[in-house]
């Protein structure tokens, strides 16, 4: 089934503005539906047949009532013997109201056609198909749903409603079950449904008396003011006493004159309650890797101590290594901290990392130069924090032993080069350097001190990623590689090329 703008288009001659004010009508008319406790069929005329038969375009059910048709009748030909009160209104722009049966079905139901118009033109007609009524007297919320329903169709047939600037349903709107108060045009009160009543009541308005103005009664009536001014439709939440009601205000045109407005109100405490748990369990776990962070680094700032005061050249270059390693962990957990999301900038994170390795290069004037090449993105947590040790573990290799130093000569030369290039669902990097190169006959199996140890654990182990080895640019220096695959939420989104 085509979608109601390519279905007018195929078979009516709809188009342009006139369609887009129908697309408003179908967006806003659950109001019109719901206050008539009925079925509501837009339909328009089939292109080049003189109006005798008409496509059902879009159809809505009411949430106040029971509906007639459970099955869906866009798309639907109804012609004028089926409806002559359609074709009618079609050809008189007039209200036409009569029983007919019920579409594909012998039931007797009753009938209202609407012309609709826009910029005095009729383009479509608004059928509201109710059951006959039972007889029953219509107790107050539904007269005044009824009545106010009847001003709304009013304002279909002269082109006032829908209005020119609501076009997107807003999500969490207030709707009529939730709550309704209709105004006279003097700002009086005439009726506030009894869910209206219960949401002022959360705000701390218990003084309701029809007739009186809503500011008489404590209810700031600025909203109000400007969809009666502005001729448009207006949306506020009212926050007080820890409540907080949306507003709706919808006014009520007589000939585009001002004639009153229809206020729906929704009680959503609740609502901002979990909305404000969920934002305060951000802001709990942004502090946490605060915290973690200043723990890590009062742990490196020990090591640190522990270092000065030891005699052993091993045992305090042991210790330096260490503060490095927790130091490079402590990097991640200061970035979650001040991100909203449970993900980081890796580019942020590679930044700290290559300053923390460069201050660990004892040798004076800046002869080794880092560069980083490329973008990873953004990278969950459990990935980031592996990921950044692994890096130290490379970069701090290059440092230590791409570039030996000569035995008086204490400037060190040398390149390093981090890459990142990030696909669908995995993160390669690669340290190069363009210093001595491996060792003969040096393997990732063989020849492994702690640093090594700790790469392939993570990469391999941890990550589930690979790692191998290779001369660099030009067979000069080393290439480490390390390549994570990541299925993320986010990665496993994007299809991957085959
Ligand atoms: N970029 C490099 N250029 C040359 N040799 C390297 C490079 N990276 C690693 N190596 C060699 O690999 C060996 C193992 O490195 P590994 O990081 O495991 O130990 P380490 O650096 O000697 O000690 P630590 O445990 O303190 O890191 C190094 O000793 C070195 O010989
Ligand atoms: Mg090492």
Excluded: C
Excluded at 70 to 80: P, S
Excluded at 349 to 371: A, C, N, P
Excluded at 421 to 442: F, I, K, S
Excluded at 485 to 498: G, L, Q
């Amino acid at each position: 089934m085509a979608a109601f703008p390519e279905l007018a288009i195929l078979r009516t001659e709809l188009s342009g503005d006139a369609l887009a004010h129908l697309e408003r009508l179908a967006v806003s008319w659950r109001l019109l539906s719901d206050l008539s406790f009925s079925d509501l069929l837009l339909l328009a005329p089939l292109a080049h047949e003189d109006g005798h038969r008409f496509v059902v375009l879009a159809q809505v059910r009411p949430t106040t009532g029971q509906t007639l048709y459970v099955h869906d009748l866009v798309g639907r030909i109804v012609d004028e013997v089926e409806r002559p009160a359609l074709a009618r209104s079609w050809r008189h722009a007039e209200v036409f109201e009569g029983d007919a049966n019920i579409l594909g079905g012998k039931e007797r139901v009753r009938l209202e056609s609407i012309p609709v118009r826009y910029r005095g033109r009729e383009i479509a007609v608004l059928a509201r198909e109710a059951p006959t009524t039972s007889g029953r007297r219509p107790g107050e919320l539904e007269r005044y749903y009824l009545e106010v329903y009847d001003r709304l169709v009013s304002m279909v047939a002269h082109g006032s409603f829908p209005f020119a600037r609501e076009e997107v349903e807003i999500e969490g709107a207030p709707r009529v079950g939730d709550g309704v108060i209709v105004l006279d045009a003097d700002g009086g009160m005439r009726y506030a449904s009894p869910n209206a009543v219960s949401s002022l009541h959360r705000i701390g308005i218990h003084a309701y008396t029809s007739g009186v103005r809503l500011s008489e009664i404590g209810f700031d009536e600025a909203a109000v003011d400007t969809a009666v001014r502005g001729r448009l439709p207006v949306l506020e939440e009212v926050e007080r006493d820890e409540a907080s009601v949306l507003v709706r205000v919808i006014p009520l045109l007589d000939a585009w004159k001002p004639a009153g407005a229809l206020v729906l109100l929704r009680d959503v405490t609740d609502l901002r309650r979990r909305d404000r748990m969920l934002m305060s369990k951000d802001a709990t776990i942004r502090e946490i890797h605060h915290r973690v962070k200043n723990n890590l680094q009062t742990i490196a700032s020990l090591l640190r101590l522990q270092g000065r005061r030891v005699d052993s050249r091993e045992a305090r270059t042991a210790l330096a290594e260490s503060e490095r390693r927790i130091r490079s962990i402590a990097i991640v957990h200061e970035t979650l901290s001040r991100e909203a999301r449970e993900s980081v900038d890796f580019g942020q994170i590679i930044k700290q990392l290559v300053r923390l390795v460069e201050e660990s290069v004892s040798t004076g004037d800046g002869g080794l130069r880092f560069e980083v090449v490329g973008d990873a993105g953004e990278l969950p947590g459990e990935l980031a924090t592996p990921l950044a040790v692994v890096l130290n573990e490379l970069m701090q290799n290059a440092v230590d032993h791409a570039f030996p130093h000569g035995e008086d000569d204490d400037a060190v030369h040398g390149n390093v080069e981090v890459r990142l290039q990030r696909r669908p669902g995995v993160v390669d990097v690669d340290v190069v350097d363009d210093g001595v190169g491996l060792a003969e006959g040096y393997t990732l199996a063989s020849g492994q001190g702690l640093g090594m140890s700790i790469v392939q654990a993570l990469v391999t182990g941890e990550l589930g990623g690979e790692l191998d080895v290779s001369p660099g640019d030009n067979g000069r220096g080393t290439r480490f590689h390390v390549r994570i695959p990541f299925a993320t939420a986010a990665a496993t989104k994007v299809v991957e090329p085959s």
